[in-house]
């Protein structure tokens, strides 16, 4: 035998062996997978894909692909999730995280995190007794399939089988959506468009979540609030409604001496930069990166500029404004 020869025979059993992989797969869905659609029909936030090593890269893929078919997804490396991404990690997202044996000791923390903060999780693993399914809300298990390397150790049947099972993922949501070819060229390069025009207001907070206190609030209970909202600021209105100031963490290390016996009013940075709820969120990206902060109070000058809104980096990330 030729060594071209050799090559095609290696790549057919390749091909043999994975096809056999997905045959399985299609055999062994059931109802975990309609559960699994359902969860993310019901999640009002984003899929947070997750998974180490080769899963991971497929994970990536599969964000991808539901990104691009009417489900907003981002991938989040665990490894980076230990170390300040668990913050894009929101209630009313819902986590898929991947990983052959289920044991992946990377992903604990991203694990944990959904457990603590009641974020639905989707997990998919080839043994049905691992930590990752048995503390998954829905478990979808991988067959058991021949690794196409031959040798059983290197993730070739495993991985196909993961990004076969996204792509049935994404196009079942997509079908339920009435996802449409035009829908589809909004996303490319539409979509990049389209994340590009979303205005401040298509992605800020808003009521009850802002972070607001008056000027004579006593700054141990600024602090609470601060605490409470969780954007480690906290506006100062006047009496009118308007936003005369901002207390922010750089507040509040100058003027750490006698900072309990201090007010707002007295602590906080006047005349804050805001932004419109009308303007391009592109544009308050710009503006938090040329001032190096995380978050913009939004301030409507037809309400005389009350805050109205407040805009978080990590939403602008999520939509895909970059």
Same mark, same amino acid.
């Given at each position: 035998m030729t060594?071209?020869?050799?090559? %095609?025979? @290696? /790549?057919?059993?390749?091909?043999?062996? !994975? &096809?056999?992989? $997905?045959?399985? %797969?299609? @055999? /062994?869905?059931g109802g975990s997978f309609s !559960? &699994?659609?359902? $969860?993310?029909?019901?999640?009002?936030?984003?899929?947070?894909?997750?998974?180490?090593?080769?899963?991971?890269?497929?994970?990536?893929k599969i964000a991808a692909t539901l990104a691009s078919t009417g489900t907003p997804a981002q991938f989040v490396h665990p490894a980076e999730a230990s170390h300040g991404d668990l913050g894009m990690v929101t209630k009313g997202d819902v986590a898929l995280?991947?990983?052959?044996?289920?044991?992946?000791?990377?992903?604990?923390?991203?694990?944990?995190?959904?457990?603590?903060?009641?974020?639905?999780?989707?997990?998919?693993?080839?043994?049905?007794?691992?930590?990752?399914?048995r503390q998954a809300d829905v478990a979808i298990v991988l067959p058991a399939a021949e690794e196409a390397c031959g040798t059983g150790v290197v993730p070739t049947t495993s991985t196909t089988m993961t990004l076969a099972l996204g792509d049935a993922l994404a196009v079942a949501l997509m079908e339920h959506r009435h996802f449409t070819p035009d829908h589809f060229r909004t996303f490319h390069p539409g979509g990049k468009l389209g994340a590009r025009l979303l205005k401040v207001a298509d992605l800020m907070h808003s009521g009850d979540a802002l972070p607001l206190t008056s000027g004579n609030t006593p700054m141990s209970e600024a602090l609470l609030i601060m605490s409470q909202k969780g954007f480690?600021?906290?506006?100062?209105?006047?009496?009118?409604?308007?936003?005369?100031g901002i207390v922010t963490d750089g507040d509040l290390r100058r003027h750490m001496t006698g900072l309990l016996d201090r007010t707002a009013g007295e602590v906080m940075t006047r005349s804050p930069l805001t932004v419109e709820p009308g303007a391009i969120a592109e544009k308050a990206v710009a503006m938090m990166r040329d001032r190096k902060i995380t978050c913009?109070?939004?301030?409507?000058?037809?309400?005389?500029?009350?805050?109205?809104?407040?805009?978080?980096?990590?939403?602008c990330l999520r939509a895909g404004v970059v």
């Open positions: 060594d071209a020869e050799t090559f %095609l025979a @290696a /790549a057919r059993r390749v091909i043999e062996i !994975e &096809a056999r992989g $997905l045959d399985a %797969l299609s @055999a /062994a869905l !559960e &699994a659609v359902d $969860l993310i029909l019901k999640a009002k936030g984003r899929v947070i894909v997750s998974g180490m090593g080769k899963s991971g890269h497929v994970g990536r995280v991947l990983s052959n044996s289920g044991e992946t000791p990377e992903l604990s923390d991203i694990i944990a995190h959904t457990r603590r903060f009641d974020i639905p999780l989707i997990g998919v693993a080839s043994r049905e007794d691992s930590t990752l399914l480690g600021v906290v506006g100062v209105t006047d009496a009118d409604g308007r936003l005369a913009l109070f939004v301030a409507d000058p037809a309400d005389g500029g009350a805050a109205t809104g407040l805009i978080h980096i990590h939403d």
